[in-house]
Nanobody, 125 residues
Framework: QVQLVESGGGLVQAGGSLRLSCATS????????MGWFRQAPGKEREFVAA????????YYTDSVKGRFTISRDNAKNMVYLQMNSLKPEDTAVYYC??????????????????WGQGTQVTVSS
């Protein structure tokens, strides 16, 4: 089993920044690609960003390109999401997810085998 724990969420004004962290534990050797998703109230969970095991390949949804950066430190079993120029529409619970197979479609929830409990991000206008 793999455990994922997110941290770093909070309340920030529009235009501000937050850095989310995801700590992985357990059978971390089984993790290949990882991603971040978010879910706003009354909406479905949606893809935000993903990163390959090597860190050389990243994926972003269009609405966060140029503002968010995903990264990982395999030695520390950590994945990060740096969020800049935050907007009120970024308000959501953010989830870290881990895949034990190489991505076919990084944006699909079905690609991921493990999920964290989420961390709340609230952006005020």
């Amino acid at each position: 089993q793999v455990q994922l724990v997110e941290s770093g969420g909070g309340l920030v004004q529009a235009g501000g920044s937050l850095r989310l962290s995801c700590a992985t534990s357990g059978r971390t050797f089984s993790i290949l690609d990882m991603g971040w998703f978010r879910q706003a109230p009354g909406k479905e969970r949606e893809f935000v960003a993903a990163i390959s095991w090597s860190g050389l390949t990243t994926y972003y949804t269009d609405s966060v390109k140029g503002r968010f950066t995903i990264s990982r430190d395999n030695a520390k079993n950590m994945v990060y999401l740096q969020m800049n120029s935050l907007k009120p529409e970024d308000t959501a619970v953010y989830y870290c997810a881990a895949a034990t197979r190489r991505f076919r479609d990084a944006s699909s929830l079905d690609e991921y085998d493990y999920w964290g409990q989420g961390t709340q991000v609230t952006v005020s206008s």
